[in-house]
């Protein structure tokens, strides 16, 4: 108390603008600035001596309003309102868009610890220390904004956390005006961001987030993100494998044996020349290769060079955590920023480029030089500075041009000490591939043998190190560096000829092997970050796709929390390594097609905003243009997204059964054309988008012709949000029964207790059968939970059409504890009893231990304990169907047909 009252007084007695305020964009970071300042600690929050006053943000502690803080109609999702269109949203930060972030690790306190310091009177300068990019501009201003700051402001532009390159930056600080560019970028890209957020989430929600407003959140970077994980997934789905055979030759010659793959003649590409689609043509070149029994060999052999991998760049680097480690982006990214501010190790890691600047050249051979008996790779450091490998890298390694505001992840030149198994994986990741990129390049030989047996040709590939280079530096990990797709590296046996004649290779076996292509690999972690680092080459336009060369869908500091926001947004799961999209993604993409947003869904968007971001970033294009491009292009979105499309025939042609004419689709569902020109519904709709399942034309034929498809893994619990396995019907909605409303014997009377009279059991209420109405619609079938034998249609003769299938995996929880005296309907009617005629059929599936027939007896016990038990492992005894409180029959779902329980139990 007494150091906070003195420090107070020092505050007043201090000469009005005497002080400059520094503003870091973590805790972390600030330390670290106090420490070469040597500026003591005032508070747990901030440093402060006579010159400087050093505090932090926590990343985002300012963000743009909500819309309903602009105005209160926004609280209401409703289509009238969107496009939202908020008028000073137009790349600039005023006071009034801007609010403090409350989340749970900021309840708004830092916020307003650094809107105090702006506003202390002996502040005269504020330094902006934030990171240097896009963000930290972004960060910082805000806050300044907000806090309605009028001081002037310089620039800290830090490349790297030692101690010599912070006294450095202090003494090169840049005027605010230095980086004006990139900041009315990062401005247009937060404010577009927000538009297109809040207009296309709110849109699709509205449309198909059902009754409950289950949200589906659209964005410029996390929807195309999303597309590609689901267009793979399609591919998969609709993959068609072809049978192929494979033919390989066993041949023997002097010096060894080796074996060679039979090619088809006139195909190039190496894995279509292996593959022969015809198993009789693969057979008689198998027996002929054998009947002739020798071959003239021929050798081709040629050197091959390979460079060292380039220095990481963030993504790069994720990509070979997640690669060799398992590691997860978001992991990797976390590790590396500890090493980069906790352990000082590495330079920045939110970087997107692989090279350093041309003067960089002696921080590199200290680098390296610290590594010498430090580290097991500090050998080939050595080595490297020994042989002048460092001085003569070249552009390959330092080059201004390829450098933006950050350089290449290398080590720093201080070691680290007291690592987790983690952290120094990463780190020795970034040593290695630091010192590797300084070696010569690694030398092959590769050997290329024909085998020419009769006139079929065999081709074997043999590669062999001939000079490790840079390999020498991973040792054995370096075969990890192979690419799977590479051919063989084995060596081969060396030919002999005494006289000068072709060598000949005897023939001792030839398999032939049955394959079958194979659909494309799901994503990982690491093919999807390079998918998105190398989303440009997806654009055709030439302009925009050099623009995304840079950065791609998102930058290297956003991509892993890209991917963590997919995840939480239950748009996609983790199955191992594998990336797998949920129904939900399904549906979005249903949706976005359906009403033709597919700015939304590819890459093109991002790389125009990228071209005219660089644009505003080197002053060629005005902040309000931009923004007011972004508000057009959101109006035609939404105009366009309202007006239903036209209705448009199959292709190829699929017959209603219910006029015979061709069905039509308006991207939303197929329908028949019996109605036209009425105002009758039509009398076949099924609906291209079914609970998260996508039905294509194909399996549209399909429906109609078998009236059962499936089953499909892909539904999704509109309760739930979980997948299950179902099938697809196509019957008449009118004469779907659903369970307990179909004819019933009488049950016996109910247990009473003793004293009390008992009660005449209710007669089963009876339903009056429909008419067939002739109109047909596909509906949702779930096949009983058990008694399944793999034929759907072994339930048919029970359960026609939907009936009361149980959903698997959806059930109910097990109910609370209850005697079996106390059970009462909240409706003051008799509550069907457990016991069940003799002459009660038990319907397939259903979990009964008691015997079923006419000895079966009248009344099963049923126990208070095995009552109690519930859940879906318990087991069940046959009941007769059960009856449905009348206040709750009317809420029978049309979907699974089964009637809702009586909620009115005490």
Known sequence: MRKQSSKSSEEVSAPAGSKILVIAEKPSVATDLAKVLKVPKATSDYFENEKWVISSS????????DPDDIDLKFKRWTLKDLPIDPVKFDGTASPDILKAVISE???GDRYKLLKKLLNRPDVGTVVNACDAGREGELIFHYVYQLAKCKLPCQRLWLASMTNTAIAEAFDHLLPAEAKQGLLDAAICRSQADWLVGMTASRFSTIIIGGAKREVFSVGRVQTPTLMLIVKRELEIRNFVPKTFWKIEGDFGVSNGGYRGAAQVPGVTDRKEAERFYDEAQARQVAEESLKIGTGIVTDERKPKKESAPRLFDLTTLQREGNRRFGFSAKTTLGVAQALYEKHKALTYPRTDSQYLPEDYLPNAKAALQSLEGAHPAGVFAKEALRSGW??????????NKKVSDHFAIIPTGTVPHGLTDVEQKVYDLVVRRFVAVFFPMAEFEETVRTTLVGEHNFRTTGKVLVVAGWRAVWGQEAEAEEDKDKEGSASLPALASADGSPAKAKVNGVDVKEDATKPPARYNEASLLGAMENAGKLVDDEALA???KERGLGTPATRAATIEELLAKTYIERQGKELVPLAKAFQ?????????MGVFTEPQMTGEWEYKLKQIEHGK??????????????????KKGAVKPPSLELSPQVLSPTDSKPLQTDGEKYFSQDTVGTTDRPKLTIYVGMNGHTITPTE?????EKRRIGPFSDFRSMKSGKNFTGYIDLVDPDTIKPRGTEEKTEAAPAPVAEGEEAKPAKAPRKTKPKAPSGKLKAVLYFPPREGADGNPDAFDAEWPVLGACPVSGLRKPAPRRRSASTLRCSSRRSRPTTSVDSSTKVR?????????GPNAPSKPSLSPTSRRAGGSNSPRVSLAPPKVCPRRRSRTSLFNQRSQPCRGIR
């Open 588 to 596: 979005l993409h249903q949706f976005l097609h359906a009403k033709e």
């Open 700 to 704: 549209v034929a399909e429906l109609i």
């Open 546 to 548: 050099e623009a995304m």
């Open 390 to 399: 460092v001085d003569s890298a070249g552009r390959r390694v330092f080059d």
């Open 58 to 65: 926590i990343g985002h502690v300012v963000r743009l309003v």
């Open 621 to 638: 294009m005005g902040p309000r243009e931009f923004m007011k491009e972004i508000k057009a292009l959101l109006e035609i979105i939404v």
């Open 844 to 852: 397939p599936g259903s979990r009964s231990s008691s015997p079923i």
């Open 105 to 107: 690790r900021n309840n």
